[in-house]
Each structure stands twice: as structure tokens, then as C-alpha cells.
């Protein structure tokens, strides 16, 4: 059976991390790679920062200097991953979250912190796997629907529709 290892980091002081958050992560983690048929042993890392950590990645990175919601390190390309020499897994790559800014749009799309995290985490896991909607489309529409899911997943659904 393949093995799921979600290393959680807190590196912010900004807001409290509720009770229950870091299993709804890795059970975000593994609902995603459940859906997208992954039967590998994986690794990922999520690390939790404020709107200032997350500003200066942002624009060491990406070249945006603003502050976002998360950022993902993708690992791998076109389906092959660096592998973790003592456990053999895929090492899939790095979550950033920046908990100030998913208070904020929890509060700004009227629904729960976890609701927010888990989303973004889905979102951030697909990344991991190779999906990317910079160009919109139907790859944004496909990646959104596959969010959904794995929110309906995890029973935190949406309020609102997904459309853009």
C-alpha cells in the first residue's frame, strides 16, 4: 500500500492554527491523490507563513511583489519526481500557505478557515501533480471542477458556484 508522508511546518505567528487544521490537510493531501489515481508513495511538504513570508516568496519566485494566497514548488516534471532515497517515495514538492491571507478570503467568501485551507491546499496538490491554470480555459475549469470534488470530498462543498 502506498504511503502518504505530509510534513507540516509553522513558520507564522499571525494566526492560530485551530485544532483539527493538519489533519484536514493530509486528508486533503490523500483525496487528491486518491482522485487522480497516484498509487505511489509520496511526500509533501506544507508550510504555513504570514502575508510578509509569503510576499517575499512571491516576488523571489514569480517576480510579483504582492502577497498570495499559496504557492506551490512543484518537485517534479511531466510525471517524474525526485524520489526520497531512504523511503523510496515521490517527492511531490512544497506548499506555502499564508494563513493571514486565507483568514481573509475565508472571511471574504463567507465560509470557514478550514473550508479556505482545505481549498487551497486541493488547489495546490494539483499543482504538485502537473495542472496549471495561468492560461484559464479549459484546463482552469477542469482544475476547478477536480477542487470541488475533492472538497465534496472532505464535506466542506462550496457556497457558491465555481464558475470565474
Known amino acids: 500500500m502506498e504511503k502518504i508522508r505530509v510534513i507540516i511546518t509553522n513558520n507564522q505567528k499571525a494566526v492560530k492554527v485551530p485544532t483539527g487544521v493538519r489533519m484536514l490537510i493530509r486528508r486533503c493531501c490523500h483525496a487528491v491523490l486518491r482522485m487522480e489515481k497516484f498509487e505511489d508513495s509520496a511526500e509533501i511538504s506544507v508550510t504555513f507563513v504570514d502575508n510578509e513570508q509569503i510576499r517575499e516568496l512571491n516576488a523571489q519566485y514569480r517576480g510579483k511583489d504582492t502577497a498570495t ?17 531512504d523511503t523510496g517515495a515521490k517527492i511531490l514538492g512544497d506548499i506555502v500557505l499564508s494563513m493571514e491571507m486565507a483568514m481573509e478570503q475565508a472571511k471574504r467568501y463567507g465560509h ?41 470530498q472532505l464535506g466542506l462543498p462550496g457556497t457558491t458556484s465555481y464558475t470565474v
Open 69 to 85: 494566497d499559496v504557492l506551490s514548488f512543484p518537485m517534479g516534471e511531466n510525471g517524474v519526481y525526485d524520489i526520497n532515497r
Open 112 to 152: 470557514s478557515l478550514e473550508r479556505e485551507i482545505g481549498y487551497l491546499t486541493a488547489h495546490s496538490m494539483l499543482h504538485l501533480l502537473g495542472y496549471d491554470h495561468e492560461n484559464g480555459g479549459m484546463e482552469r475549469v477542469r482544475m476547478r471542477e477536480k477542487e470541488e470534488y475533492v472538497m465534496t
